[in-house]
């Protein structure tokens, strides 16, 4: 059964009638451009098959109660939490795009909803822009109000809620991938500008695979390292005079004007992984897929000795993919804990989780879990 299955069938149990309607929204990975989005850079996330369904119906009152299978409970907000910081917790991730519709002047009406996810939780595919993105498309909806938004202006809002509402610095990449993705495709996002652009992501047609594979480990200090390398980033791009380092065009020039040399290797990496995106992207526009794999690699080295993101799992997991046949592989996300992604032979799947989960054992660390990821689309009305 599809999450849109489930949601609908728990709306029906929860609340005793048929839901008016059910959207979902993709989980997503970034496939290259890790830690670009924040310096105005370039990112090339894809949907994952694994969705959050949204099942609603209009409500009498301004009021709104939502139930999430993930959580096991339901909360209820009124308007009078709608203000940044009222409520803590995952009803904030939806009160905070509540609060961000009617901030646009977008009057939603009071509802009821079911949540329901095949998308992990906090394992950093994204659980939070699917629940955000698939929310507000159903409350757009609930309101008439579908067409009033441009889908291009419907991550901004999902981004805001989660920034000012829920207090999370994230950038833009996941709320766009959820909402913008097609299906086959891999979405470039130039970060400053926000054009977008479908580059054709065909893996079967290649015979190839992309498989995720999630490490299990816990995030250490990753949201206080998060703020280390933005402000360090910030106030490299500073010393060096341009607005973001996305803006550095010469690289050992820049360097040369940098004092200390964790500066250098941070901007060593921002500036590569920028290039390594444009590289990935002229390779799959020319229909070379199979080529990819050295410069996931190349990005995996960089986040590891320039922006020193990475832990042993995730070293372990890109080390133990490649030795069984991976043509590249890399941490996917912020770092400190979450996945991994390799490119392989569609052949291989099986061969090469069962290598990394042997290398996890070897180590001591917990069973790691994978999933092949196709590229699906972004959100959708399911019923
Ligand atoms: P990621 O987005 O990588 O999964 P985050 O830490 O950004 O990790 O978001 C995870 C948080 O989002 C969860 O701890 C929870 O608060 C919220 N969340 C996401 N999906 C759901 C869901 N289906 N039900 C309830 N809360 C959810
Ligand atoms: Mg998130």
New binding site residues.
Partial sequence: MTSADRARGAFVDRYGHEPSLVWSAP?RVNLIGEHTDYNEGFVLPFALPQR?AVAASPHAGPEWTVW????ERSVTFSLSDLVPGALR??????AGVVWALRGVGIDVPGARLA???D?????????????ECAVLAAMLDLGGATDALPRAQWPLLAQQA?NAY?G?P?GIM?QYASTLCREGHALFLDCRTYAVEQVAFDLAVAGLSILVVDTHAP?RHADGEYADRRATCEAAAAALGVPALRDITELSAALAKLSDDVSRRRVRHVVTENERVHAVVELLRADRLDAIGPLLHASHESLRDNYEVTVPELDTAVDAALTAGALGARMT?GGFG?CVIALIDAAQAQEVAGAVAKAFAEHGFAAPSAIVATPGPGVSRVA
């Fill in positions: 989980g959050t999430s299978e993930s959580a917790g995952w009803g904030a991730y939806v949540v329901v996810s998308v992990p939780l906090g394992a950093g595919l994204s659980s939070s822009a699917a629940l989660e829920v999370v994230c996941d995030h996300g979450g």
